[in-house]
T-cell receptor, first 109, second 117 residues
Framework: KNEVEQSPQNLTAQEGEFITINCSYS?????LHWLQQHPGGGIVSLFM???GKKKHGRLIATINIQEKHSSLHITASHPRDSAVYIC???????????FGKGTLLTVNP | DAGITQSPRHKVTETGTPVTLRCHQT?????MYWYRQDPGHGLRLIHY???????DKGEVSDGYSVSRSKTEDFLLTLESATSSQTSVYFC????????????????FGPGTRLTVT
């Protein structure tokens, strides 16, 4: 079993819909990261969380340390949000990441 | 943009040849990483460095070596390339984030697409 599990693997939405991507982890962590990767593109850090909730524009990330669970929400989704969203955790020393396999989001106009 | 470049960006090579990928950063950050990204596996850590000449293995280090002789450069070498090493390789650095002392955010380079034929 992977240490970081994401769901769903694939998600298709209509423009304007509210989107939720989930991440569960099975190890103790010092931080959880949400990353975005557009097709053929580089990897961009969206959020780093160790507790609570963060918001950037239409994106909201939450984490529940006791339940070892995080969610990424996108409000008023847009076709430009179409990308792979990757959950990753930092555990142990040297800040290296362990990744989930990603969620492919497609937002149709 | 954390000033990370990778070279080459694309490479095609033959099985059995050595290949070196370069990661360069402009801001003298201590922690650097090499990851590979493959369909069905996602991103996996190959090797990482926590200072000049200080490196350690990740989860998929077999067939790879690294060197870091100066802060700004982290080299990944495929000693004898195999088709299973066809992948996209990402370099990353960790930079202290705002807030808690233990929070470090990762920034990724643009990636190198390597094809081994």
């Amino acid at each position: 079993k992977n240490e970081v599990e994401q769901s769903p693997q694939n998600l298709t939405a209509q423009e304007g819909e509210f989107i939720t991507i989930n991440c569960s982890y099975s190890v103790g962590i010092s931080a959880l990261h949400w990353l975005q990767q557009h097709p053929g593109g580089g990897i961009v850090s969206l959020f780093m969380l160790s507790s609570g909730k963060k918001k950037h524009g239409r994106l909201i990330a939450t984490i529940n340390i006791q339940e070892k669970h995080s969610s990424l929400h996108i409000t008023a989704s847009h076709p430009r949000d179409s990308a792979v969203y990757i959950c990753a955790v930092t555990k142990g020393s040297n800040y290296k990441l362990t990744f989930g396999k990603g969620t492919l989001l497609t937002v149709n106009p | 943009d954390a000033g990370i470049t990778q070279s080459p960006r694309h490479k095609v090579t033959e099985t059995g040849t050595p290949v070196t990928l370069r990661c360069h950063q402009t801001e003298n950050h201590r922690y650097m990483y090499w990851y590979r990204q493959d369909p069905g596996h996602g991103l996996r850590l190959i090797h990482y460095s926590y200072g000049v000449k200080d490196t350690d293995k990740g989860e998929v280090s077999d067939g790879y070596s690294v060197s870091r002789s100066k802060t700004e450069d982290f080299l990944l070498t495929l000693e004898s390339a195999t088709s299973s090493q066809t992948s996209v390789y990402f370099c990353a650095i960790s930079i202290p984030g705002q807030g808690a002392k233990s929070s470090y955010e990762q920034y990724f380079g643009p990636g190198t697409r390597l094809t081994v034929t």
